[in-house]
């Protein structure tokens, strides 16, 4: 196993305590959670997806949790090698606001906002982050590259070298970083990734995935019957909670809704999609605003959302080597991140939904100084716009300064969809 | 959830098609299936020479020379694979005929319904018979699943190493053209000829594999040396075969029988059709095909995804997640289309 970061400098990790953290987060989720109690119908047992992004009741359990809990970045690390060591995997990509200014204190201002705002939360000892007793960082982006350098003065950093396209020679190159990334999750650990155990968690997470896709196809149906936001609030709580739990949650969620489906109609409401840049809990501010003002956020092809749960891994035969493909493949190749050099597969999975969908217009969250995204955002336009598709590019960050300002914006851009 | 649901529902139907098929085909005679030696389809008649030789053979007349003196079997009319004689009923593979019909240099207003038999088949279905049918295919499947079950690697072949495969199947078709040409040369004598007559059943795999499962007491129709150089070659391509139980359908990528249905493939009327937008490109299909085609999975701008290599067993559509992504398509109805299941 070669050791990727050589660390030849290692500096004290700058550290901060920060007061009334907690209760910022806690006020900043409030706000987005009344704005979401606006809707007229929503599922019963949402309020229980409430209560795991706040987090507290959940921090408190990981507290006690005696095995290792493993963190990690985006939509490209296994979650089946980490929960087969007994551990348990944290997302940690983050959009809290005030975090990113703890960070501002050492790191410039001019870094992606995700990126500042996870950090933030390393510096100032708080939330999951400090649980945690390892990460893993893929390397889609250059703050997160030089995010995995930092990191590794706190805490061990496990890097997954993602390639920049999909051909074959890529996934061999990715097939041999998982398995380098299984054998360092076995070191530490000092389980060892048996067979059987692979197998019972592919199963474990497969069972997730095609609970979260008869969810996600009760909404094609009806996407009247859970708000945009409340079911990227489902999604996220996953990034968190215990993962038998959310199973039995949204299964008790999808009964719910499908016996629900009867009685509700299809009103007028403008249909939307949000793609583009990681809409993270609690920066909901951009869907707080495209759905009070009536509009539907009814898909997205977000890497924080709809991404996230989306895509499965599924091994044809329970054997080691094909299991390990599979895996690599599940989180490779259906993956629309726009790190690969060409990204078509993004553009069709829009264009798709759009179609499934019927939207209306497609709203663009470019998230400032995400240059991936952001470039990206032009090319979509030209295609889109071929196909008299409208659509919106917002380009924001955190903080809550441009309310107003984007409100106008969306405002306008949906009276011109009703027109 | 239902509880016994079956979760590949083409999968599950070929198994089915594969065991029934295979029962038939090597021990079909059993089952009260007479042998039947001549076609049962009327417009496919046995040449009246032929009808009159078999009387007298029936009657105990000792034939001298080839036993088969004019070809008329393409797959469907009766007659079983040479090698199992005593008990098979109709063969699945067609390559004897090719190489009858070539050596017996028979007339083409005898071959001519066979060939239209076959032609139908052929654009009707493509390579359906290599999935659903083949007796061969069935074994290799057998084999993998044994493998599966005992938990041990699968491995693959490289690309590199699959095109010099395809290209080995070329050169066996072609030479066994050549060689049952050769045969047909009447100046030479028969025993001179007799050497490379019906030189694709002596290469043939399942010399070492009928014999031994049908033919009792066992009964070589050739004696495994006599033909050197071939029994050499069926050696090595029955040892091909059983790599199928590491590789799956190891043996496919040479046989010349799917070459040959392999040209009508791209036309036929059994086809597969893709949803490209809808394909989210996850790649599950090209992991459970068995000849780990990669077609279906690159195949991004058109519907069409029908290909050469293809032995329509429908996996990936059994497996595509996507609803509505793949289909099964015949004679312009879908028959069958990919779901995403619970
Ligand atoms: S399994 Fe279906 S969605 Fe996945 S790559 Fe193949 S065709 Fe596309
Ligand atoms: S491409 Fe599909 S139908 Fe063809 S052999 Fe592969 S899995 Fe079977």
């Known amino acids: ?419 | 959830m239902e509880k016994n649901k079956i979760r590949r529902p083409m999968t599950f139907l070929r198994r089915i098609s594969q065991i029934l098929c295979f029962i038939l085909i090597v021990f079909g005679a059993f089952l009260g299936i007479k042998k039947q030696n001549l076609s049962f389809l009327p417009f496919i008649e046995a040449p009246l020479e032929y009808k009159e030789q078999l009387k007298s053979e029936e009657k105990g007349a000792v034939i001298l020379g080839p036993a088969y003196p004019q070809a008329f079997d393409t797959y469907l009319p009766v007659k079983s694979c040479r090698f199992l004689r005593q008990v098979g009923t109709f063969r699945a593979c067609f390559m004897h005929f090719v190489s009858e019909s070539i050596s017996w240099l028979t007339p083409p207003r005898l071959l001519f319904s066979h060939i239209l038999l076959f032609l139908i088949l052929a654009v009707l279905l493509g390579r359906f018979w290599c999935g659903w049918v083949c007796p061969l295919g069935f074994i290799q499947d057998i084999l993998n699943i044994i493998r599966k079950n005992f938990k041990l690697r699968r491995f693959f072949f490289s690309e590199k190493f699959k095109k010099t495969l395809r290209n080995l199947g070329y050169l066996l078709f072609i030479s066994i053209i050549i060689l049952s040409l050769l045969s047909a040369i009447p100046k030479l004598p028969w025993s001179v000829r007799k050497q490379v007559y019906l030189s694709v059943c002596q290469m043939c795999p399942v010399r070492f594999i009928f014999p031994y499962i049908g033919n009792w007491p066992i009964k070589h129709n050739f004696s495994p040396f006599g033909y050197g150089i071939f029994t050499m070659i069926s050696i090595a391509f029955f040892l091909l075969l059983l790599v199928s139980f590491f590789i799956k359908r190891s043996w496919c990528r040479v046989c010349p029988s799917g070459l040959l249905l392999s040209f009508f493939n791209k036309g036929s009327f059994l086809a597969k059709r893709k949803e490209p937008l809808k394909c989210t490109r996850c790649g599950i299909c090209v992991g459970v095909c068995p000849l780990d085609n990669k077609e279906v999975y690159l195949q991004k701008k058109k519907k069409n995804i029908d290909f050469a290599s293809c032995i329509h067993c429908f996996r990936c559509i059994d497996f595509c997640p996507e609803k509505n992504c793949l289909k099964v398509y015949f004679l312009g109805k879908t028959l069958f289309r990919s779901k995403f299941k619970r």
């Open chain 1, 1 to 419: 196993m070669k050791e990727i970061l050589e660390r030849r400098y290692t500096l004290t990790p700058f550290k901060k305590e920060i007061k009334g953290l907690k209760d910022a987060f806690r006020r900043a989720s409030l706000r987005n959670l009344d704005s979401m109690r606006k809707r007229g119908f929503r599922p019963k047992n949402i309020s229980y997806y409430e209560e795991v992004i706040l987090g507290e009741k959940r921090y408190e359990e990981l507290k006690g949790f005696s095995g290792r809990i493993i963190g990690y970045f985006c939509t490209f690390i296994p979650q089946e090698l980490i929960y087969a060591a007994r551990a348990i995997p944290i997302r940690l990509c983050s959009g809290f606001y005030d975090t990113v200014l703890v960070c501002e204190e050492i790191l410039a201002k001019d870094i992606c906002p995700l990126v500042k705002s996870s950090f933030g939360f390393k510096i100032s000892a708080s939330s999951y982050f400090e649980l945690c007793d390892a990460v893993i960082l893929p390397t889609p982006c250059d703050p997160k590259k030089k995010l995995i350098e930092i990191l590794s003065d706190y805490l061990p950093v496990w890097v997954l070298k993602i390639p920049q396209d999909k051909t074959s020679s890529s996934k061999e190159i990715w097939l041999e970083e998982i398995k380098s990334l299984k054998e360092r999750i076995e070191d530490f650990t000092k389980t060892k990734l048996t067979r059987q155990r692979l197998e019972e968690t592919i199963k474990l997470i497969h069972k997730r995935q095609t609970l979260f896709r008869q969810l996600y196809e009760i909404r094609r149906a009806n996407p009247y019957l859970m708000g945009g936001r409340d079911f990227l609030l489902v999604i996220q709580t996953s990034f968190y909670d215990d993962i038998e739990r959310w199973i039995d949650k949204t299964e008790e969620l999808c009964k719910q809704l499908s016996k629900e489906k009867t009685h509700f109609k299809t009103d007028e409401k403008i249909k939307i999609l949000v793609t583009g840049s990681p809409i993270i809990w609690p920066n909901f501010k951009l869907l707080n605003i495209i759905e009070d003002l009536g509009a539907e956020i009814v898909c997205d092809d977000l890497c924080s959302g709809t991404q996230s749960l989306y895509n499965l891994v599924e091994p044809d035969e329970p054997t080691t080597d094909v299991m390990l493909g599979a895996i690599a493949d599940g989180y490779l190749l259906s993956s629309v991140c726009p790190c690969f050099i060409e990204n078509n597969d993004r553009i069709d999975r829009v264009l798709n939904l759009i179609e499934e969908f019927r939207v209306g217009g497609v709203i663009y969250h470019s998230l400032r100084l995400c240059q991936l995204y952001e470039i990206e955002s032009h090319r979509l336009r030209l295609i889109l716009k071929e196909k008299k598709i409208p659509m919106l590019t917002i380009h924001t960050d955190y903080s809550q300064e441009d309310t107003e300002q984007i409100k106008t914006r969306v405002e306008a851009f949906l009276e011109m969809l009703k027109r």
